[in-house]
């Protein structure tokens, strides 16, 4: 079988118009997974020595990688400075996250734990970084390193996201935080949870379109909030499966009513008579 050479042609031509540079996702898992032991698993040597040489090697991956993007050496290491400069203050947020799991969640017996097998750690690690290079505007790589979270973890939360202090995501597969969301302090987020938005057309891309979480809320397993004017309000409990397009005011409880009923011997309703 043969490929047309006006096939070859038009690829080449696409490929020839790319403004960045040859990307090797490979290399950004590499990154992300060193970076992730430096800061927080232990390692052969922990000398202060050992740390310097292991943050010089992850400045330089850093700035092949962004270099690949840019092609501009004067300003990938402007960005690269700028993301280490930052990285004090990432640090300080991923150990509030880690006490916050130490905190409330029973089945955490220690920190070390949460660092080793905890995958929405993982994915709230991720969306930092990634967030802190979104900020800084540099094109492609922070999309690129929250996709790897993505496919680690299951849990889908975009760079954009603003996402506060204290933030436990508790399972986590199938959780979906969309671009524009924004996210309190102590937000506790349960598996499958969606935050999105109600209308995906593309004249919607610069405006607010995820809903506002407020301190304090918990959101339930399986529960849609859609909207960029959807706010759910301080200290309010989103019970699962729950779908929500509306402001929830503080101190709310949001839920729905399951029913029990004991069977007898009259036949089951439509809705339930199926097979699988």
Same mark, same amino acid.
């Given at each position: 079988m043969s490929v047309s050479n006006h096939l070859i042609e038009r690829i080449h031509q696409s490929k020839q118009n790319k403004t960045h540079g040859f990307f090797d996702r490979a290399r950004v898992k590499v990154f992300v997974t060193e970076l992730y032991k430096v800061l927080f698993l232990p390692q052969q040597e922990n000398t202060t020595d050992q740390l310097k040489q292991d943050f010089e090697k992850l400045q330089d991956h850093l700035f +092949? !990688?962004?270099? =690949?993007? =840019? %092609?501009?050496?004067? !300003? #990938?290491?402007?960005?690269?400075?700028?993301?280490?400069?930052? &990285?004090?203050?990432?640090?300080?947020? !991923?150990?509030?996250?880690a006490q916050a799991i130490l905190e409330f969640d029973p089945a955490a017996g220690s920190l070390e734990e949460i660092h080793l097998a905890y995958p929405g750690y993982f994915a709230t690690y991720?969306?930092?970084i990634s967030h802190q290079l979104w900020n800084q505007?540099? /094109?492609?790589? /922070?999309?690129? @390193?929250?996709?790897?979270?993505?496919?680690? =973890?299951?849990?889908? $939360?975009?760079?954009?996201a603003v996402i506060g202090e204290y933030f436990f995501i508790d399972h986590? #597969? %199938?959780?979906?935080i969309g671009e524009t969301?924004? @996210? %309190?302090?102590?937000?506790? @987020?349960?598996?499958?949870?969606?935050?999105?938005? &109600?209308?995906?057309?593309?004249?919607?891309?610069?405006?607010?379109?995820? /809903? +506002? @979480?407020?301190?304090?809320?918990?959101?339930?397993?399986?529960? #849609? $909030? &859609?909207?960029?004017? #959807?706010?759910? %309000? =301080?200290?309010? $409990?989103i019970g699962g499966n729950v779908w929500i397009t509306q402001d929830v005011p503080p101190n709310s409880l949001v839920y729905h009513k399951s029913e029990i009923k004991i069977k007898d011997n009259s036949s089951l309703p439509e809705s339930l008579t199926f097979v699988i």
């Open positions: +092949n !990688l962004i270099h =690949t993007i =840019t %092609g501009d050496k004067d !300003l #990938t290491e402007v960005q690269v400075n700028a993301f280490f400069e930052g &990285l004090p203050k990432i640090y300080d947020h !991923l150990n509030q996250d991720v969306y930092r505007e540099v /094109p492609v790589l /922070p999309r690129v @390193i929250s996709e790897y979270a993505h496919s680690k =973890t299951g849990i889908d $939360i975009h760079p954009g986590g #597969t %199938g959780i979906v969301t924004v @996210i %309190g302090n102590h937000v506790k @987020i349960y598996q499958g949870v969606t935050l999105g938005a &109600l209308n995906v057309s593309k004249e919607k891309a610069n405006q607010k379109r995820h /809903p +506002n @979480i407020e301190d304090h809320v918990i959101i339930y397993s399986g529960a #849609t $909030i &859609l909207g960029g004017n #959807t706010t759910i %309000g =301080t200290e309010s $409990i």
